[in-house]
């Protein structure tokens, strides 16, 4: 059982936007802007899509964003595209002694 | 251009010690960051192992601390990952990632799949 929950999956049509959500404890994702999220294609390692809860990497759609209420963050893809089908995992530091905490994973599909 | 590129045996024998070692170019370790792996089971999600900061200072995922041991040769530019008693549980993709501060992981390896086996 991951410590972040993440739906197990969402799908959406080319140019429709989702939202895949990620629930944590106000000792990871409520307490502090330490959220990313990840892409991940089949074989392939991850890649970093969102970090500090909103912040793009260079280089990085700005179809892609991230934002936090609360204990849930939430990765929003807009203008779906063929290439977005992946698996996507959120991560959060915690106060715990874990220190970092990754969400179960969303396979997306874009039908 | 920071790469990362993981390197060990691909099979170990259950009981036995599984060691990697993760070799960074385009930046120098002793600059900063930390350092993480994170492995992942076959079909399954990802898990945090452990990090080292290139001074030397580790911390590691409870669940495998026991067993887990990260060090870091500056000079070789390079880190390491030791995971005593391995079982069939531990078979995965083990990564090699950049940290920066909190659980952000911006630069991996390719990843290298270590079996546990006899």
């Known amino acids: 059982q991951s410590a972040l929950t993440q739906p197990a999956s969402v799908s959406g049509s080319p140019g429709q936007s989702i939202t895949i959500s990620c629930t944590g404890t106000?000792?990871?994702?409520?307490?502090?802007?330490?959220v990313s999220w990840y892409q991940q294609h089949p074989g392939k390692a991850p890649k970093l899509m969102i970090y500090?809860?909103?912040n793009r990497p260079s280089g990085v759609s700005n179809r892609f964003s991230g934002s936090k209420s609360g204990n849930t963050a939430s990765l929003t893809i807009s203008g779906l595209q063929a290439e977005d089908e992946a698996d996507y995992y959120c991560?959060?530091?915690?106060?715990?002694?874990?220190?970092?905490?990754f969400g179960g994973g969303t396979k997306l599909t874009v039908l | 251009q920071v790469q990362l590129q993981e390197s060990g045996p691909g099979l170990v024998k259950p009981s036995e010690t599984l060691s990697l070692t993760c070799a960074v170019s385009?930046?120098?370790?002793?600059?900063?960051?930390?350092w993480g792996w994170i492995r992942q089971p076959p079909g399954k999600g990802l898990e945090w192992i452990g990090s080292?900061?290139?001074?030397?200072?580790?911390y590691y995922n409870p669940s495998l601390k026991s067993r887990v041991t990260i060090s870091v040769d500056t000079s070789k530019n390079q880190f390491s990952l030791k995971l005593s008693s391995v079982t069939a549980a531990d078979t995965a993709v083990y990564y090699c990632a950049r940290q920066k501060v909190g659980a952000d992981f911006d630069y991996w390896g390719q990843g290298t799949l270590v079996t546990v086996s006899s």
């Open positions: 500090d809860v909103s």
């Open positions: 106000s000792s990871d994702v409520g307490g502090y802007n330490y």
């Open positions: 080292i900061y290139h001074s030397g200072s580790t």
């Open positions: 991560s959060s530091y915690t106060s715990s002694s874990t220190y970092v905490v």
């Open positions: 385009g930046y120098s370790i002793s600059s900063g960051y930390y």
